[in-house]
Nanobody
Framework: VQLQASGGGLVQAGGSLRLSCAAS????????MGWFRQAPGKEREFVAA????????AYTDSVKGRFTISRDNAKNTAHLQMNSLKPGDTAVYYC???????????????????WGQGTLVTVSS
C-alpha cells in the first residue's frame, strides 16, 4: 500500500485547508485511516483517525471542533478538513493506515502499518 498526502500549504490563522490521502496498491476500505503531525523539534503526534466504515472517529483534544476526518472508500481516499487554523497547527502532516479491522480507533503511531510522505502545513499569525 502506498499513501500520498497532499493539500498542505501556507495559510493565515483562522483559515482553512483540506488535506487528502490517496491510497494505491490495494484497497484500504477495511483499514483505519489516521492523520498525524510533526512540528519541528517535536515528536510525531496523533491528530485524527476514522474506522474502516466511518462509524468511529477520534481526535486529539486540540483539534476537536476544528478538524473533521472523512473517507471515501469508493475512491480509496481519506481527508482532513482543517478549519480555524492556528499557528500551533504548523507541522508536517502524515496520513497512515492501520490494516487490522478493529472495533476501536487507535491513536498510537506504532499500530499504523503504512505511512505517506507528509505534507507541510504552515499557519501564519
Amino acid at each position: 500500500v502506498q499513501l500520498q498526502a497532499s493539500g498542505g500549504g501556507l495559510v493565515q490563522a483562522g483559515g482553512s485547508l483540506r488535506l487528502s490521502c490517496a491510497a494505491s496498491g490495494r484497497t484500504v476500505s477495511s483499514y483505519t485511516m489516521g492523520w498525524f503531525r510533526q512540528a519541528p523539534g517535536k515528536e510525531r503526534e496523533f491528530v485524527a483517525a476514522i474506522s474502516w466504515n466511518g462509524g468511529n472517529t477520534a481526535y486529539t483534544d486540540s483539534v476537536k471542533g476544528r478538524f473533521t476526518i472523512s473517507r471515501d472508500n469508493a475512491k480509496n481516499t481519506a481527508h482532513l478538513q482543517m478549519n480555524s487554523l492556528k499557528p500551533g497547527d504548523t507541522a508536517v502532516y502524515y496520513c497512515a493506515a492501520d490494516k487490522y479491522q478493529r472495533g476501536v480507533v487507535l491513536t498510537a503511531p506504532i499500530v499504523y502499518d503504512y505511512w505517506g510522505q507528509g505534507t507541510l502545513v504552515t499557519v501564519s499569525s
